[in-house]
């Protein structure tokens, strides 16, 4: 009955609050280049109820607030088990980190994973609406950037990330990598990636029964891949996220943030579709 109010509340506010207010006055308190501005987003799912969200340290430069290193992105359909034996929620080994990101200060546009939205503001509260979500946003100043507190490693240090860990991680995980093998092409046999779907959700409208799908795919290669195209004749989705599908083949890819798949790793994407255990096949990969 919480969700539910929280959800109508936020609907009520957005319906209000979409379009009719400006940014202007709560971004340009915060356009200072030498403050770090930590942001935080929570969004919530119209029609599955799904929540997500997001949080990281911003820089303002060359008139937009854009990010100093990768925004880390928790959701509800990534769940683990507790120690208790419950559901957990915001899985964080299973977040995504996202490198597309900015908030313009001259009209508040908003980009979020190559989307453009109007971000538009009451008071000292940011709001945006995109792919069936509604979203709140949060920003606030600081001298020096703060912890997260949400996904970064447990041992990072309280003033970091630019300078110490991405380049000690960076050097030693990609040439291993890299020059050892560097084939361009597809490589010859059945490509080795493993594919597990869960249902996260389902609903009943108007007589139909949809699925909320989470479908993780593990690189079960020796090597790390760079594109993958996948084929599903049955998904048939009414919606989906985090995931690529051409115009003209209709086929599935990583979305343009994920540059390198690395031996071992996994990526989930998701979608609703009311077809029961749709099937994913891999057409080709290329290696990195």
């Known amino acids: 009955m919480k969700?539910?109010?929280?959800?109508?509340?936020?609907?009520?506010?957005?319906?209000?609050?979409f379009g009719d207010t400006s940014c202007n006055?709560?971004?340009?308190?915060?356009?200072?280049?030498?403050?770090?501005?930590?942001?935080?987003?929570?969004?919530?799912?119209?029609?599955?109820?799904?929540?997500?969200?997001y949080k990281g340290n911003l820089v303002f430069s060359n008139g937009e607030f854009v990010l100093r290193e990768s925004l880390h992105n928790l959701q509800t359909y990534e769940t683990t088990c507790s120690r208790g034996g419950l559901v957990q929620p915001f899985s964080a080994d299973d977040q995504f980190l996202i490198d597309d990101f900015s908030i313009r200060l001259s009209d508040g546009n908003l980009r979020l994973k190559q989307i453009?939205?109007?971000?538009?503001?009451?008071?000292?509260?940011?709001?945006f609406n995109l792919s069936n979500f509604y979203y709140t946003v949060a920003l606030k100043s600081y001298d020096t950037c703060p912890r997260?507190?949400?996904?970064?490693?447990?041992?990072?240090?309280?003033v970091t990330p630019t300078t110490t860990v991405a380049p000690t991680v960076t050097p030693t995980v990609t040439p291993t990598t890299t020059p050892t093998t560097t084939p361009t092409t597809?490589?010859?046999g059945t490509p080795k990636i493993n594919y597990k779907l869960n249902i996260d959700n389902q609903w009943v409208t108007s007589g139909v029964t949809f699925y909320q799908y989470k479908l993780t795919l593990t690189n079960n290669?020796?090597?790390?891949?760079?594109?993958?195209?996948?084929?599903?004749?049955?998904?048939?989705?009414?919606?989906?996220?985090?995931i690529e599908r051409n115009a003209q083949t209709g086929n599935l890819g990583f979305p343009a943030y994920l540059s390198t798949f690395k031996?071992?790793?996994?990526?989930?994407?998701?979608?609703?579709?009311?077809?029961?255990?749709?099937?994913?096949?891999?057409?080709?990969?290329?290696?990195?």
């Open 263 to 288: 031996v071992g790793e996994s990526f989930s994407f998701g979608f609703v579709s009311s077809t029961a255990n749709p099937t994913f096949s891999t057409v080709k990969i290329v290696r990195a």
């Open 148 to 158: 997260l507190y949400y996904g970064e490693p447990c041992n990072t240090p309280t």
């Open 25 to 53: 006055q709560l971004l340009s308190s915060l356009a200072d280049p030498s403050k770090c501005v930590q942001v935080s987003i929570s969004g919530v799912h119209y029609q599955s109820l799904a929540q997500e969200g």
């Open 221 to 242: 290669e020796t090597t790390a891949i760079k594109s993958i195209e996948i084929h599903s004749d049955n998904w048939n989705p009414t919606e989906f996220w985090n």
């Open 3 to 17: 969700l539910l109010y929280s959800l109508v509340a936020l609907l009520g506010v957005s319906s209000v609050v």
């Open 186 to 188: 597809t490589p010859s």
């Open 116 to 127: 453009n939205s109007q971000l538009t503001c009451n008071g000292n509260v940011g709001f």
